[in-house]
């Protein structure tokens, strides 16, 4: 699950899983043949991204069909660039709901991950017949599915383990603000940044995950600017950052002394 949007694009394909509505923006290709890097010929790279949008779509599926659980009667997702996001429609879950939702992306991915896991085992003993192509989609699905599933739950903002932490900090600590959990996101998202760049020095790789943490720290240090701006996090009232609720928030402009400014 990702907060925001992604614009629509002529070149966007929709569809529906499970009665979800799903969208595919054109960069989510661009993302694919990043991932897929060298292969040995055509037919690797189809592959390659194949297993990459099932990958996704698991995850971001995973959201969906918990806010469906809950009682969202309107949920999409979108795959593009970054991975995907799920956007809920007619809910606005709080505390351990919205904990599960979060956690059901990431879990989705592990039980698909721990299936290509058995089969890889199952290939090894000979069990399966082996074949370059079913080795690579399965190192593929594992390093997707386990891996990048466990950094998603990194407490990063606006990873699913960041808005785990916001949560979390929102229900069990409501004399804090968001802007806690935004400092927290920062500082660890510069940790792994520092130590991406240190691998990708040393071994040369981790460039990527250098710069994507380099830029979410960045993005954490300017959402608690806005955060400690806008003024404290309110349990009783918990209402969701006015840029989560209109991207163009900004222009309108709001009054100091006006305490109801976000409500309009």
Request: aromatic share 16%.
């Amino acid at each position: 699950m990702f907060p925001g949007g992604v614009g629509t694009s002529s070149f966007d394909l929709n569809f529906r899983v499970f009665g979800v509505p799903a969208r595919i923006h054109p960069t989510f290709w661009l993302a694919g043949l990043f991932f897929v890097g060298r292969t040995p010929n055509l037919y690797f790279l189809l592959i390659g991204i194949a297993t990459l949008f099932v990958s996704i779509l698991v995850h971001e599926m995973g959201h969906a069909l918990c806010g469906k659980y809950y009682g969202d009667r309107s949920p999409s997702i979108t795959l593009y660039i970054m991975g995907g996001y799920y956007m809920p429609g007619s809910i606005s879950l709080r505390r351990w709901k919205e904990i599960w939702m979060c956690l059901w992306g990431p879990l989705a991915g592990f039980i698909l991950g721990a299936l290509a896991l058995g089969l890889s085992v199952a290939v090894n003993r000979a069990l399966i017949p082996y074949s370059d192509m079913l080795d690579y989609v399965l190192d593929c699905a594992i390093w997707i599915n386990i891996l990048w599933g466990l950094v998603n739950l990194l407490p990063v903002f606006p990873l699913d383990g960041g808005q785990i932490l916001r949560e979390i900090v929102r229900w069990k600590f409501p004399r804090k603000t968001d802007a806690t959990a935004y400092l927290i996101s920062m500082v660890t998202a510069i940790v792994v940044a520092a130590l991406s760049a240190a691998a990708a020095f040393k071994y040369g790789n981790g460039l990527y995950a250098a710069l994507l943490f380099g830029s979410l720290a960045f993005q954490n240090y300017q959402l608690r600017r806005i955060s400690i701006l806008t003024g404290d996090y309110h349990e009783e009232e918990a209402p969701r950052q006015p840029w989560e609720q209109d991207a163009d928030w900004w222009k309108s402009g709001r009054k100091d002394d006006d305490a109801d400014w976000w409500k309009r």
